[in-house]
């Protein structure tokens, strides 16, 4: 099993950062969501009741960097979609003698796109006066939730791509994860928030990520207990639905 998850991931990332046109959007698209909320947005630290000590630019490089890696696993989703209409992973299925390590290779392969992205991302920040002040422990804590987000997201992404096995279905991985992402507390914190969009984001998964994340580099572990209890459960639901697509794309 080993042998195909490493085969699989090693195609991947060859693929990712050999090739331009999979290797820029994934990484622009964090580095433009960081400078355009960080930059245009940065007044809002002035807001009575913003008192996120390490400062906007702190603030919102948390919710980057969860969004990037969610949204890295919907790009896996994509190119497993498209390997489908290629007819490689069909010939791949036929090959691999554990056909799981398929699933865990191209996860694989999904986690380092994303730590070499949110890396970028991170020295722009740090580059701009972002202030970090959570210890090396912390931004270990920090690291393995995002990998865990982002573990969440390509085995929902890979569930729904080998069950319809085309590129059609972008959509379907793409917009429930938009929503969790943009109905959470993006821009302020969510004691700032009012009405129906405090009450949705209080129920949010994705708040308790943020409030992890966020709670993480500031040196506090406040929140951090619940975003992992809420993270581990997701990504082993998420696993078995993408074990199911497996079974599913085997019998077609």
């Not at 390490?54 to 890696?69: C, D, N, R």
């Amino acid at each position: 099993m080993i042998d195909v998850v490493l085969a699989v991931a090693y195609r991947s990332i060859k693929k990712s950062f050999t090739n331009a046109a999979f290797l820029l959007p994934a990484l622009m698209f964090p580095v433009i969501f960081f400078l355009g909320f960080a930059g245009a947005l940065s007044s809002v630290s002035s807001v009575p009741g913003f008192d996120y000590e390490p400062g906007y630019e702190t603030f919102q490089f948390a919710f980057v960097l969860l969004q990037s890696a969610a949204m890295a696993g919907v790009f896996t989703g994509f190119g497993i979609a498209q390997d489908f209409e290629r007819g490689f992973a069909r010939r791949l299925m036929i090959a691999a003698p554990h056909r799981s390590g398929i699933v865990a290779g191209y996860a694989l392969a999904t986690m380092v796109r994303w730590i070499f992205n949110i890396a970028v991302v991170a020295a722009i920040g740090l580059l701009i006066g972002m202030e970090i002040t959570g210890d090396a422990l912390d931004l270990t804590g920090l690291i393995v939730l995002g990998l865990t987000v982002n573990l969440i997201g390509t085995l929902w992404a890979a569930g729904v791509a080998l069950r319809l096995r085309s590129t059609q279905a972008g959509p379907v991985m793409q917009f429930p994860i938009f929503l969790l992402i943009f109905l959470a507390p993006v821009f302020v914190p969510i004691d700032l928030l009012t009405g129906w969009i405090h009450t949705v984001a209080s129920v949010n998964p994705f708040t308790a990520f943020l409030e992890g994340a966020r709670s993480l580099l500031a040196g506090s572990t406040e929140e951090v207990g619940i975003a992992f209890g809420i993270a581990v459960p997701l990504a082993l639901l998420f696993g078995l639905w993408a074990l199911g697509g497996l079974r599913a794309a085997e019998r077609s």
